[in-house]
Structures are given as C-alpha cells and as structure tokens.
C-alpha cells in the first residue's frame, strides 16, 4: 500500500490520542457513519445499525469512547468496553473488547486506526485484562487485514449471529 508521502501528498501531523469529550460527539458520529457508508457497509444512514453508530452519547454512557485527532481535528474513534460493561458483545472476563473502530475516509491509512488499537491494548494492559477481543463484519477485507497485521487471530468458536438472520460474524483476538 502506498504511504501518503508515495500518494503525492505531505506526510500527517503526529496524531494525539485522547477520551472522547460530548462536544466531540458530533464529529465521531459524522466519521462513524461516513466511514461505514463509505466502506459500503450499509447503503443508508438510516439502517438501525446505523442509527446506532451514529448514537454517540449512548456508547460514551456504557463504554469509554476514544479519539484520534491530527492538527486539532478529529480523525479517528474507538469504543472501549471491559466484560459487563453493557456495550461488550464477546467479551468475557478479564478482557477488553473493543467496538466501531472509524477513521475519517480522508484520513484513512494514515495511522490513526493502528494508533487506537495500540492505546485499546495499552488501557487494557493497565486494567490487568489477559486479551483483547473484536467483532467486525464478515466481508469487510480491510478491517480483518488490519486486525491480522497487528497480531489478531480468528477465534471462530466465539464468532456469533447477527439476531434474525443467517449471518455469522466473525470475532478475533489478541492475548496480552
């Protein structure tokens, strides 16, 4: 893959990574659905899952909402939850799981999305988890690339159905 600097473009500011603030609750919604729609994961903003997505205040309220920002702007968020948390699909106990991992499609593969792996890991190595664990979509190349490149495996015993429907989705993790 090309780096930006290839691409014709100037290599990005240092990214900064922090918690999520309510005002920034509008711009990770806009970069949640604009990254799903622009992946072509759903065709509408108005699919429940993506009224969902775009709920940011309603994850910050179960699990801890991070950002990554470059030059003051927010490109990039994350969704942290521990087992129990109320927002954790697979989670089990002793392991962070984390959701609705979006970088800004202008800002896509830039670093951003290794960077917020990177601080889920190390929020969970503070907590003392023993891994940390992901559900994404079945086709979505992308993502699963990534997850592998950083050290994920498949962990197909754990993948689960999407409610009402034939569709399994896979899960993946990383022992710490």
Not at 12 to 31: F, H, K, Q, V
């Amino acid at each position: 893959m090309p780096t930006v600097a290839e691409r014709g473009g100037a290599e990005p500011a240092p990214l900064t990574i922090r918690p999520a603030t309510p005002a920034d609750y509008p711009e990770i919604s806009r970069i949640s659905v604009e990254a799903y729609l622009g992946a072509g994961y759903f065709s509408s903003a108005e699919h429940p899952y993506m009224l969902q997505i775009a709920d940011v205040a309603y994850r910050a309220a179960r699990g801890t909402v991070v950002v990554a920002e470059r030059g003051g702007r927010i490109v990039g968020s994350v969704t942290v939850m521990a087992h129990g948390d109320g927002f954790d699909q697979v989670a089990r106990e002793g392991e962070v799981e984390f959701r609705l991992l979006v970088v800004d499609p202008g800002a896509q593969r830039t670093g951003a999305a290794t960077a917020l792996v990177h601080d889920v890991e190390a929020r969970a190595a503070r907590q003392g988890a023993t891994a940390v664990v992901l559900t994404t979509g079945p086709d979505w190349d992308a993502a699963h690339a990534l997850y592998r490149r950083l050290g994920y495996e498949r962990a197909p015993e754990r993948d689960w159905p999407i409610p009402g429907t034939d569709v399994w989705l896979p899960v993946y993790l990383k022992r710490l």
